[in-house]
């Protein structure tokens, strides 16, 4: 499998350049809330499209739950991103970014922490499950 045939190869890309371009701008270290602002002005500044704090209603057995799932971004519709300020990424924290992506039906989800000093953490998921449903959309 090439790069161009990746899922959201393109906009992974994208969505990649503009997290790094506020690291370098910012550094590590700081509180999430800023990344998370510095990251919707960068994509906005690149005309990448997004959603910010979205919720996701949840059901069990097609009744709605009160619990509501957030994820800090959908970029392109298709991408969930999480967004961590943290020294270092958790089990956990995958979990929460695969959560997200099988409540949004999202086939592409990215874990981006933005706490270490001087370099960018992030992860790429896929549920291949979702790809083959987006493709039919």
């Known amino acids: 499998?090439?790069?161009?045939?990746?899922?959201?190869?393109?906009?992974?890309y994208q969505l990649m350049g503009a997290a790094f371009e506020v690291h370098n701008v910012l550094g590590g270290g700081l509180a999430e809330e800023i990344y998370q602002q510095s990251l919707e002005i960068e994509l906005q500044l690149q005309k990448i499209p997004f959603v910010s704090k979205q919720e996701l209603r949840v059901f069990y057995k097609n009744n709605e739950l009160h619990?509501?799932?957030?994820?800090?971004?959908?970029?392109?519709?298709?991408?969930?991103v999480e967004l961590k300020a943290l020294s270092k990424l958790l089990a956990e924290h995958e979990g929460q970014v695969l959560n997200y992506m099988r409540i949004s039906r999202s086939p592409i989800g990215y874990l981006i922490n933005f706490g270490p000093m001087g370099k960018l953490d992030y992860k790429r998921f896929i549920l291949s499950e979702l790809i083959?449903?987006?493709h039919e959309r």
């Open 67 to 80: 619990k509501r799932y957030i994820p800090d971004l959908v970029v392109h519709p298709g991408i969930v």
């Open 1 to 12: 499998m090439t790069q161009s045939d990746k899922p959201f190869a393109k906009e992974g």
């Open 132 to 134: 083959s449903l987006e």
